[in-house]
């Protein structure tokens, strides 16, 4: 079985923290890009690639980063960024792959789903490689709607988008 989560193990985390949280994101990432024959030739800004300096440029005013600790440790990581009207976009819902079918993911989304309501929130938005079919999935099981495909140019993979309202 796994390992019994708590509330408690999700914890905020701060600008002092983003080497430790861009390594999660980077190996989390890590598996998308290789199933996908990604590489920073062809997606360069795909988050198995990200840059802590990257990551950095997110820290603003409306951007909150959480981390899922096991212990001490650091296995997980999700944000939240206001967008205004409501509207929280999720991104980089992200857990090592040795702590993964766990319920850590789970615990990271339903973590966001609370705290979007203390923020005065009402919709999470996503978006995701739209053919990561498994995932798409998950989503959808977890409440979430799809909204819509776009290509980009400067990516090879379809993106997708997804949201859940309160």
Known sequence: MGVKLTEHDIRPLSAKHLPIYAEVIRKSFATVAKDYGLT?????????????????EKIKDGYHPFGYFAGEKLVGFVSLTDKGE???????????PEYRHLGYGKALL??????????????????????????????LANGF????????????LPIGYMEWTL
């Open 40 to 56: 920073i030739e062809n997606f360069p800004n795909h988050w198995s690639f990200a840059t802590n300096e990257r990551l950095a």
């Open 86 to 96: 409501g509207i929280y976009e999720m991104g980089k819902i992200s857990v090592l």
């Open 110 to 139: 339903d973590f966001c789903k609370e705290k979007i309501k203390e923020l005065s929130g009402s919709k999470i938005v996503i978006s995701l490689v739209d053919t990561h079919t498994i995932l798409k999935e998950w989503y």
């Open 145 to 156: 709607i799809y909204t819509e495909t776009k290509k980009f140019e400067h990516i090879p």
